[in-house]
């Protein structure tokens, strides 16, 4: 019913900048978190950056380069990401907890994941 499309991953210099879309899709009521994931080869899956109605948080390793936002109107959510580094590499999932007019509590939602590879 819900479907999450991820868009906007690649290869890029170090340096280099890019810019994730997570456009959602279904029988949506509303939404109550979205956020970005990262996951590297080898490593557990790790929140990157995070939105509620309360504000956002990022990991230390990207604050100030990397920026989440969201178009309501679109059920879209963005992270875009700035000055990226080769540790910044990984596949990144956006996931988005909400409601459809058929559930009665919040649901968690996972898009399909989108490789990102920085360059050096």
């Known amino acids: 019913q819900v479907q999450l499309v991820e868009s906007g991953g690649g290869l890029v210099q170090n340096g280099g900048s890019l810019r994730l879309s997570c456009a959602a899709s279904g029988n949506i009521a509303s939404f109550y978190n979205m956020g970005w994931y990262r996951q590297a080869p080898g490593k557990a899956r790790e929140l990157v950056a995070g939105?509620?109605?309360?504000?956002?948080t990022y990991a230390d390793s990207v604050k100030g380069r990397f920026t989440i936002s969201s178009d309501n109107g679109e059920n879209t959510v963005y992270l875009q990401m700035n000055s990226l580094k080769r540790e910044d590499t990984g596949t990144y999932y956006c996931k988005i907890v909400l409601n459809t007019y058929n559930t009665h509590s919040p649901t968690d939602y996972w898009g399909q994941g989108t490789q990102v590879t920085v360059a050096s």
């Open positions: 939105m509620t109605s309360g504000g956002t």
